[in-house]
């Protein structure tokens, strides 16, 4: 790496050439009639040049080194747009930017025509997109393997308040200009049909799989470049045609429609994104989804293995399979069918190699996020994989009785085969049962899955549990989306910190320095301004950048508590209104959230924060002290905009509920300080930044679980709190719907008559308390900036490069390989 962190040859002419070739050749645009999406279009094919070339060559590398790899299989990636972090790792902004000034144009300007590819719900895929930039950046050789959803997660929009989805077409009618197609990539995947029994030449009684239908898997890799190095890692996505336009003897039949129709359905397969994030919904679809990513990947995985001269004896030594949740668990038994029914092994042998092949991440304790696939489904799509559950379940449930002998109750609870009016395949159980490590994903999360959900497991295989806390890339979340931070950080510490962000640690000797703070603070009132420009224009609403902005931005879900914020806020606009000697600092509360679109309380929370922004930003009554803006289809590049411009980060789930959060993080780093509860990577950060400079409230995991035990009454709280009352009883009201009473009173009967599942009355008085000190505290700005500064200063622990050398000490026993 050079000393401006140049890696790429770069020659100026020759790549406008490639520009204009592409404008013209490859989109078959005039240089005169080009618009800024065709350009936008051409120059990423121009750099996709470098990134496929690279690409191949090292896969090449790795193949004649004999380089132990990671597969990180995950049905969601939530990458971003490329463009602009491509070019940062590359060592390439600069110079393009200045190529396309020459030729007339403006980067950032181009940067904008990007549609993200949304192949991801939220944190879960975002951390998978992170962890390949972090790979990549350390050149820990991996493959990133995933689907190639024609959709990805719905475009949101607000209609009268209402969120209303839209299909996300991310590649537009052009296809996307990163992505590369590997036709002798392809795969065949088998589904449905039975299982026969058949004795092979020896003599040996075999079983083998007879499919009824086949599909194709075509591979289509991203490029994720290594920053400040010549490393390219394919992130491959299957996509599923059918192979069969039809089936000839319904058509001989004259059956033509329904002969295409197996065709039809096959084509379907990589369509959508389910758009569930931390909810289970048993789909067969989503079933036929997860085996076809498995079997594409398990496939690809033993190709590449056996290509660079590997046996498949050595697999496990020379490859790890990571699953990311545990949506592709069914990799397991499908490289249990590829041994057995194709390479003949024993049961064994067999074994030996797929159990220390696979780790399995755990990102949940919610019941209702806890995959279960019906044995009858499975059965019927998957029959010879059912066979292998089984004989998996049979094997284990032996070495729990030797462990617990007779004792039926503990067979019942760690059993794959969840028995009931249908059986059920417990997908997290087959995982731990069948992999080398299982993680949680922060320090909190890992105890309560071996207290709490799997301590019969942590006994009967000790060490097998264990915790990588998560973490964020520092050169998306920080060096691309704060060019204003990373100027002055640059300035202070150096320019290596975005690949060794222990670096940042040097910035605490400047917290206190008071032209630093004045320095740190402009540069975060100019990331408010960016994003009150982007509000003023998109959305019509005013803001003033001496507000405090207050973010919470994250997928809508009671555990999160986006109904605890608004109850802080409809208590904020009662006592504004009734209380004349109340005061407050004015503030900016933004949300950005998208509800999954069958989860009609989320939907409900939606429509209430709209209604209740529409009221507060128009009402004179409150000079201006109190706004709420909820951006709509809240996405990765709106996310680069808002982390940066906040200076409250709002992380408020009920404590056990939240595995980790990484969006915390990412406001950390940027200066934002934290309101938030003992929950998930909350945690670790407080330990990392002091109690003073984070704002703790609520109860703990252990309260919450106490406080259920003894019977827990909403009631009491809005009983005994008047603040709580007015903020509940306001949305019984029509204050926030003129004419029409009732349409918000779903929360509200939800958090009394409902149970109030998550505690939202329990923790109001201490969220309420905590906010006011945030509002005192906000007052002195020295004081502010110094906490901000160290925010900033102290989370080099929450960089995924730490999360990955974790991964590949801990668990891959993997080594870089430098290119
Ligand atoms: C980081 C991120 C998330 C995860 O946010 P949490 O607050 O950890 O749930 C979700 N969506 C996007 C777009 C993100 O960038």
Same mark, same amino acid.
């Given at each position: 790496m050079t ?7 770069f020659? #100026? ?12 050749t ?6 005169a009639?080009?618009?800024?999406r ?6 990423g094919?121009?750099?996709a ?6 690409l191949?060559?090292?896969e ?10 990671v597969?990180y299989?995950s ?11 491509n070019?940062?790792?590359m ?6 930017s200045?190529?396309?000034?020459e030729?007339? !144009? ?19 895929? =975002?951390?998978?997109?992170?962890f390949?930039d ?15 959803y ?10 009268d308040?209402r969120?209303?989805?839209? $299909? ?9 200009p990163?992505?590369v197609?590997?036709?002798e ?5 088998n ?13 040996t ?5 007879v499919?009824? !239908? ?6 289509w ?6 920053y ?13 045609r059918?192979? +069969?336009?039809? /089936? ?27 758009? /569930? ?12 989804q ?10 690809d995985?033993?190709r590449?293995h056996? +290509?660079?001269?590997h046996?498949?004896?050595?697999l ?5 399979i ?8 069914i ?5 249990? =069918? ?7 092994l ?6 030996e190699i797929a ?13 209702e996020?806890l ?12 029959p010879?994989?059912m066979?292998?559950?089984f ?9 729990v ?7 039926n109750?503990i067979?019942?609870?760690l ?5 009931g009016?249908?059986?059920?395949? =417990?997908?997290?159980?087959l995982?731990?049962?069948?992999t ?8 909190l ?20 549990l264990t ?6 890339? $520092?050169?998306r979340?920080?060096?691309y ?9 640059t300035?202070?510490?150096?320019e290596?910190?975005p ?7 040097e910035?605490?000797?400047f ?16 990331n408010?301004? =960016?994003?009150?420009?982007?509000v ?5 609403i005013?803001?003033d950048? %001496? ?17 605890l914020?608004?109850l802080?806020i409809?208590s904020?606009?009662?006592?504004l209104?009734n ?6 600092h ?17 939907k409900?929370?939606?429509?209430a ?12 009554r ?12 809240y ?7 808002l982390? $940066?411009?906040?200076d ?9 509920k ?9 406001f950390?780093?940027?200066?934002a !300080? ?26 703990l ?36 719907? $003129? ?6 009173s ?18 109001f008085?201490?969220?309420?308390k905590?906010h006011e &000190? ?7 700005? &020295? ?13 080099? #622990? ?8 974790d991964y590949? %000490?801990?668990?891959w #026993? ?6």
């Amino acid at each position: 790496m050079t000393k401006n962190g140049q890696t790429q040859q770069f020659d #100026k002419a020759a790549f406008k050439a490639a520009v204009e070739k592409h404008l013209t050749t490859t989109y078959a645009t005039t240089l005169a009639n080009a618009t800024p999406r065709s350009w936008y279009l051409a120059m990423g094919r121009a750099l996709a040049e470098f990134t496929t070339t690279n690409l191949l060559e090292t896969e090449k590398t790795l193949a004649e080194e004999k380089a132990r790899s990671v597969n990180y299989l995950s049905l969601e990636f939530l990458i971003g747009r490329l463009t602009g972090n491509n070019l940062i790792s590359m060592g390439l902004y600069e110079n393009v930017s200045q190529a396309m000034e020459e030729m007339g !144009l403006n980067l950032t300007d181009l940067l904008e025509e990007e549609r993200d590819p949304a192949l991801g719900n939220g944190g879960l895929g =975002r951390l998978a997109a992170c962890f390949m930039d972090s790979l990549a950046a350390q050149e820990y050789p991996a493959v990133g393997y995933g689907l190639h959803y024609e959709y990805g997660l719905f475009r949101q929009s607000f209609v009268d308040g209402r969120q209303e989805e839209a $299909p996300d077409a991310w590649r537009g009618a052009e296809g996307y200009p990163w992505e590369v197609l590997r036709p002798e990539l392809t795969q065949q995947v088998n589904l449905y049909g039975h299982v026969e029994a058949y004795t092979d030449e020896n003599g040996t009684a075999c079983r083998r799989w007879v499919p009824a !239908l086949t599909v194709e898997g075509v591979a289509w890799d991203l490029p994720i470049v290594g920053y400040g190095n010549k490393s390219v890692y394919p992130l491959r996505l299957w996509e599923c045609r059918s192979t +069969a336009p039809f /089936n000839l003897a319904r058509f001989n039949d004259g059956d033509y429609v329904g002969a295409q129709f197996p065709a039809l359905e096959a084509g379907n397969v990589t369509k959508v994104l389910y758009p /569930n994030d931390n909810h289970d919904q048993g789909k067969a679809l989503r079933l036929m989804q997860q085996y076809f990513h498995c079997a594409c990947s398990v496939a690809d995985i033993l190709r590449r293995h056996h +290509a660079a001269g590997h046996t498949i004896e050595e697999l496990a030594k020379l490859e790890t399979i990571q699953l990311n949740d545990t949506h592709p668990t069914i990799a397991i038994p499908e490289l249990m =069918r590829i041994l057995l029914d194709e390479y003949k092994l024993g049961w064994d042998a067999a074994w030996e190699i797929a159990s220390n092949t696979f780790a399995y991440t755990n990102h949940t304790l919610l019941p209702e996020a806890l995959e279960t696939w019906s044995e009858a489904l499975i059965q019927a799509m998957l029959p010879r994989h059912m066979e292998i559950i089984f004989e998996i379940n049979h094997r284990f449930l032996q070495v729990v009785e030797a462990k617990w002998p007779g004792n039926n109750s503990i067979k019942r609870k760690l059993s794959i085969i969840e028995e009931g009016p249908q059986r059920m395949v =417990r997908m997290a159980n087959l995982c731990v049962v069948s992999t080398y490590a299982v993680n949680g994903v922060a320090a909190l999360h890992s105890e309560l899955v071996k207290r709490d959900l799997f301590p019969e497991f942590n006994e009967l295989f000790p060490g097998r549990l264990t915790n990588v806390t998560n973490g964020v890339t $520092p050169r998306r979340w920080i060096k691309y989306c704060n060019p204003g931070l990373s100027a002055l950080i640059t300035e202070k510490v150096g320019e290596d910190w975005p690949a060794h962000l222990e670096k940042i640690a040097e910035l605490e000797q400047f917290a206190t320095d008071a032209d630093f703070q004045k320095r740190y603070m402009a540069v975060k009132k100019e990331n408010k301004q =960016r994003l009150a420009d982007w509000v003023e224009e998109n959305m019509g609403i005013e803001l003033d950048t %001496n507000a405090i902005f207050d973010i919470q931005i994250k997928r809508l879900h009671e555990y999160k508590r986006q109904h605890l914020n608004l109850l802080h806020i409809l208590s904020l606009y009662h006592r504004l209104l009734n209380d004349p000697t109340f005061d407050m600092h004015p503030r900016v509360f933004f949300f950005g959230a998208k509800a999954a679109p069958g989860y009609a309380l989320a939907k409900d929370i939606i429509f209430a924060i709209n209604k209740v922004a529409e009221k507060v930003n128009n009402d004179p009554r409150l000079g201006g002290k109190l706004k709420v803006v909820f951006v709509p289809d809240y996405r990765v590049s709106l996310a680069e905009i808002l982390f $940066p411009a906040a200076d409250v980060s709002e992380q408020i789930s009920t404590a056990g509920k939240e595995a980790s959060g990484t969006g915390n993080m990412k406001f950390a780093m940027n200066g934002a !300080l934290t309101i938030g509860t003992m929950d998930g990577a909350n945690v670790e950060m407080r330990e990392e930044v002091g109690d003073d400079n984070i704002f703790i409230f609520g109860l703990l995991v252990d309260e919450v679980q106490q406080l259920k035990q003894e019977g827990y009454d909403p009631y009491r709280y809005y009983q005994a709190d008047s603040v709580l009352r007015a903020a509940l009883d306001l949305l019984d009201t029509d204050e926030f719907t $003129p004419g029409q009473p009732g349409q918000l009173s779903a929360i509200r009967a939800n958090l009394l008559d409902g149970g109030d599942p998550y505690l939202v009355l329990a923790d109001f008085a201490d969220y309420v308390k905590t906010h006011e &000190k945030i509002d005192a505290e906000y007052r002195d700005q &020295k004081t502010w900036a110094r906490k901000a500064i160290l925010n900033t200063a102290l989370m080099s #622990k929450f960089s995924s490069d730490r999360s990955i050398r974790d991964y590949a %000490n801990n668990i891959w #026993k993997l080594d870089p390989v430098n290119r």
